[in-house]
């Protein structure tokens, strides 16, 4: 999630009603979240809890930072969430590493339920990052909303960020570090092959931004029942 992302789903959910509470899947840890990309505690999480709204975070594994724990896609978690009456639901950056999408996106609708708001982003032009996979998945933004089929699109946008040369200017790097890191990686590419993979990836969009779909998604029915996701 880049700078310009985390302000814009701040703004999408403070201008919606009843979000709160609202689940955070794929949430990652408090330290990702506020040291190694501080911009996502800063420009979307800290104003949410001003705003009165309660964030609970959920990911795969336990760790500092991380609320809630366990694979949607565990009928007993999605149990357990669904329990907790969530008005919302953040699906960021997240379809684009697993390979059951469609399953991924039912659960997500059947967790909040009818009247439920997903708001879900996806890399739409950006480079191969493994995490630990990297299925591919590019959508426009209404590919993005058409993968929650029990929903209504709200709204469906895409947004452009920085291109890989701005990312480096912001970061305090330069093209001759990148071009030597990118050589670093290359020594080690038998050990290191999706890292090494990642970083020469980057380099297409030298001059060309990254961009992001971004789709808001309200619940109009379950389409499956509980204990059972396709």
């Known amino acids: 999630m880049f700078d310009r ?3 814009r789903l701040r703004e999408i959910l403070l201008g919606q009603r009843a979000v709160s509470p609202l689940l955070n899947l794929g949430s990652s840890t ?3 979240r506020e040291v190694t990309k501080p911009h996502i505690d800063r ?3 800290g104003p949410l809890a001003a705003a009165g709204i309660e964030v609970f975070h959920c990911d795969l ?3 500092e930072g991380v609320d809630l724990a366990g694979d949607i ?3 007993e978690v999605r149990a357990a969430l669904r329990a907790r009456g969530f008005k919302s639901l953040l699906c960021s950056n997240l379809l684009e590493h697993v ?3 469609s399953a991924v996106a039912a659960a997500c ?3 909040v339920g009818p009247g439920g708001l997903i708001l879900a982003t996806v890399p739409s032009s950006y480079p191969y990052h493994a995490d630990p996979i990297d299925t591919g998945f590019r959508p426009n933004p209404a590919e993005l909303a058409a993968h929650f089929a029990g929903s209504e699109t709200v709204l469906a946008e895409e947004l452009v960020g920085r291109t890989y040369r701005e990312d480096m200017k912001d970061r305090g790097s330069s093209v001759g570090a990148e071009i030597a890191r990118t050589l670093g990686l290359a020594l080690l590419s038998f050990a290191r092959p999706r890292s090494f993979r990642a970083q020469v990836h980057r380099w297409l969009w030298f001059g060309r931004p990254f961009r992001v779909s971004i789709a808001l998604m309200r619940v109009r029915k379950t389409p499956f029942q ?3 996701v396709r």
Do not use: T, Y
């Open 30 to 32: 408090r330290a990702f």
């Open 61 to 63: 594994k336990q760790a």
């Open 73 to 75: 896609l565990d009928p």
């Open 226 to 228: 509980s204990g059972s």
């Open 43 to 45: 420009e979307l999480f």
């Open 5 to 7: 992302e985390a302000a």
């Open 99 to 101: 390979r059951d999408r």
């Open 109 to 111: 609708e059947e967790i």
